[in-house]
């Protein structure tokens, strides 16, 4: 059974950091793109940044471009997202994702696989 278990989530002040893992299970994502979606309650779930298979190959959204960090590690079959100068509207619940085919894919629909989610609350 596979299983994407996100962790690092929690409360934090405006311009402090976290950094959030997702650790898969089940079978290998070493050959497929991953990503993280964040969904703010009201909203719709909606696309934070992806990573190819190689890493090599990174994709943000203009709103979180230059703050966020995203990362693998194919050796723990783990993805990261490091998030500095956080601010109030980071605030919701964080969705690893994985099994699509590339990186550019930035829509709920392209990913096969999808963690509980980790909430990430930023106070002002």
């Known amino acids: 059974q596979v299983q994407l278990v996100e962790s690092g989530g929690g409360l934090v002040q405006a311009g402090g950091s976290l950094r959030l893992s997702c650790a898969a299970s089940?079978?290998?994502?070493?050959?497929?793109?991953m990503a993280w979606f964040r969904q703010a309650p009201g909203k719709e779930r909606r696309f934070v940044a992806s990573i190819s298979w190689s890493g090599t190959s990174t994709y943000y959204a203009d709103s979180v471009e230059g703050r966020f960090t995203i990362s693998r590690d194919n050796a723990k079959n783990t993805e990261y997202l490091q998030m500095n100068s956080l601010k109030p509207e980071d605030t919701a619940a964080y969705y690893c994702?994985?099994?699509?085919?590339?990186?550019?894919?930035?829509?709920?629909?392209?990913?096969?696989?999808w963690g509980q989610g980790t909430q990430v609350t930023v106070s002002s």
């Open positions: 089940g079978r290998t994502f070493s050959r497929s793109a």
């Open positions: 994702a994985a099994g699509a085919s590339s990186s550019r894919n930035t829509e709920v629909t392209g990913y096969d696989y």
